[in-house]
């Protein structure tokens, strides 16, 4: 065979091998369950279902992942509710309150993925001997009526021998994505934010995190996923399957360095640089703010309820054994 022939059949060959790897990616699609996730933000807090899709650990279950942001829990569950999306990620109190608004079918929460409040208090001036009574008379830009942001920041509020509503003015009526940017245009003496806009505020030198919400405010059960209990009777397998990919996107966050972490969810924050986004893990790691099991458990269900009715925004407590369904998070443990 001349090596004119030669190139040409491995040019042949090359061809044939690419198509037949295009066509074996095609059928392993094809072959991938579809689910579409509406989470609550976008945010660093949610690293172990970052590390989860990158880590390719939701094809591993058999889903392809379409994930949607929904820019507050209202919006959120709105779309769970409209049937464009199957699963939502936000604070529980949004499946609470449409419980108790008598919707017949219901969401269900069944797992569990932060333990602590995730904002941080963002100041305008630098202090290391911060006081939350320091925020007595000044304007605090807090979060949605009802929402978790302002109840968590209501609530250490209030341990603080703090009224809410006469010692300082809370600013609620700017929208969850806008509130850093409010901010350093001057509004509030504090905003309340999430990373990572706390760190931006400060490499801007426009704020500077004084106090860690989710330290002050104890172990609270923040976020969690959940779906409507019509979707759940109908697939349980693709329940299990997410809960699968979520777990061992969990176990990897609890094994490895925030450097590690940092690196493997960065395609998902590419407007962060890696150095920014390892400090904003280990702060995170650092207050201990991912369970190490998906399990929401009745004691964090009923605290949640208690600092809803402290806001205010709960007459009636909700059955947990309703609201939450832990068979799949404890399958997803073993």
């Known amino acids: 065979m001349t090596n004119k022939l030669k190139r040409l059949s491995a040019v042949i060959c090359s061809f044939v091998l690419l198509a037949c790897s295009l066509c ?3 059928k392993e699609q094809a072959n991938l369950t579809t689910v579409t996730l509406n989470e609550v933000a976008h945010s660093i807090f949610y690293a172990p279902q970052y ?3 990158e880590l390719g650990y939701f094809e591993e279950e058999g889903l392809q992942l379409e994930l949607v942001t929904g820019f507050g829990a209202d919006k959120t569950m709105s779309a769970l509710v409209a049937g464009e999306a199957d699963i939502g ?6 499946s609470i309150y449409l419980y108790n608004e008598g919707a017949e079918d219901y969401a269900v929460n069944f797992a569990q993925l932060t333990q602590r409040a995730g904002n941080f208090l963002v100041a305008r001036e630098n202090t290391d001997h911060f006081q ?7 304007e605090i830009i807090g979060g949605r009526p009802g929402g978790m942001p302002e109840m968590v920041l209501e609530y250490i509020l209030k341990l603080n021998n703090i009224d809410p509503k006469q010692d300082v003015t809370l600013v609620q009526n700017i929208d969850f994505g806008n509130t850093s940017g409010a901010f350093a245009g001057g509004t509030g003496a504090y905003t309340v934010e999430f990373e990572p806009s706390a760190t931006a505020l400060e490499q801007q030198g426009a704020g500077y995190v004084v106090a860690s919400l989710g330290v002050d405010s104890g172990y609270v059960p923040y976020t969690a996923y959940c779906a409507k209990k019509s979707y759940m009777e109908q697939n349980p397998e ?4 997410f809960t699968n990919a979520l777990q061992k996107g969990m176990d990897y966050v609890n094994n490895h360095t925030p450097e590690e972490i940092a690196k493997v969810i960065a ?7 890696v150095e920014t986004l ?13 369970k190490n099991n998906l399990i929401f458990e009745e004691d964090s ?8 009715n402290e806001a205010g925004e709960l007459e009636t407590f909700a059955p947990y054994e309703d609201l939450v369904d832990n068979s799949y998070a404890q399958k997803a443990f073993q």
Do not use: H
């Open 24 to 26: 074996a990616c095609k």
């Open 51 to 53: 590390v989860a899709i």
């Open 89 to 94: 990620f936000m604070g529980s109190e949004s």
């Open 132 to 138: 939350w009574s320091d925020l007595i008379g000044k």
């Open 238 to 241: 693709i329940i299990q399957s």
């Open 267 to 273: 395609p998902q924050f590419e407007e962060t640089d």
């Open 278 to 290: 390892t400090i904003i893990v280990e702060r995170y790691a650092a207050q201990d703010t991912w």
């Open 301 to 308: 269900f009923l605290l949640l309820e208690n600092i809803l």
